[in-house]
């Protein structure tokens, strides 16, 4: 028998028993589930797995396709579903899939999409994915998209332009604050390879600009990161308006206090 080769970090979810991945069947008690990349059942296959500690895990990454691979994996944030990359239905392309840990229904949510999916994250209410991926070759720019879990098509959210520095790729989400779901994102639309901080909205609208840019700020000038409030009212960030002089600002979406 071949051993099994895990070649992806293990991701752990709290669950309730759920029928067919190990869980804890119909006692109601909290179950460690285990996800992890491994060889499939095919050679030079790998599938995603699921298991409960002690009990043999499963595929859940659906039918059979010799020669696939998959990669990233998370849970969301309610845990009762599992994204991760995969280039199963086209080979030649990683594609962001979802499945349903209560159905066993596994669903490609950048199916037909031009670009292979890299990094990816759940929103903080469970309902989207954000992620990155390249730009087609001549250029070698990295975009942000947006997608519902359930349905719809990916939105670009780098509106004014891909990054183009990957150095300075960095997004997150608005922890949850009773809006549409936002996100904040480091790029450099405006001048190549000069890095200003961004927020937008999951449907694309409300992009803005969130570090000054005018008289007395140094062209040049850098964002060194950004962070939410744990509330999603505010936002921290680092930023050097003069030359070397990296200083903390705060923001509740008006004027920038230092």
Partial sequence: MRARRVVVGVVCALFAGVAGCGGGGDSGLPQD???????????????????APGATPEVVSGPLVPGSACGRLAWSPDRSRLAFTSDRDDLASA?????????????????????????????????????????????????????????????????????????????????????????????????????????VNADGTDHERMNDRGPGIDP??????????????RLAYTFDPVPSALRLFVTDGGPSLE
């Fill in 220 to 233: 040049n000038a850098a964002i060194g990161y950004g962070a939410w409030s744990p509330d999603g009212g």
């Fill in 95 to 199: 594609d962001l899939f979802v499945v349903d840990m209560t159905s066993g229904q596994v669903h490609n949510r950048t199916a037909g999409f031009d670009g292979p999916v890299g990094e990816f994250r759940w929103s903080p209410d469970g309902s989207q994915l954000a992620f990155v991926t390249p730009e087609a070759p001549p250029l070698f720019g990295t975009n942000l998209y947006a997608v519902g879990v359930v349905s719809g098509q990916p939105v670009l959210l780098t509106q004014l332009g891909a990054i183009e520095d990957s150095q300075a790729l960095f997004f997150t989400w608005r922890p949850l604050h009773g809006g549409a779901p936002k996100l904040l994102y480091r790029g450099d639309p405006e001048v190549p390879f000069r890095r200003d901080l961004y927020t």
């Fill in 33 to 51: 589930l285990l996800a992890f990349v491994a060889d499939g059942r095919a050679i030079d296959t790998l599938e995603v797995y699921v298991g």
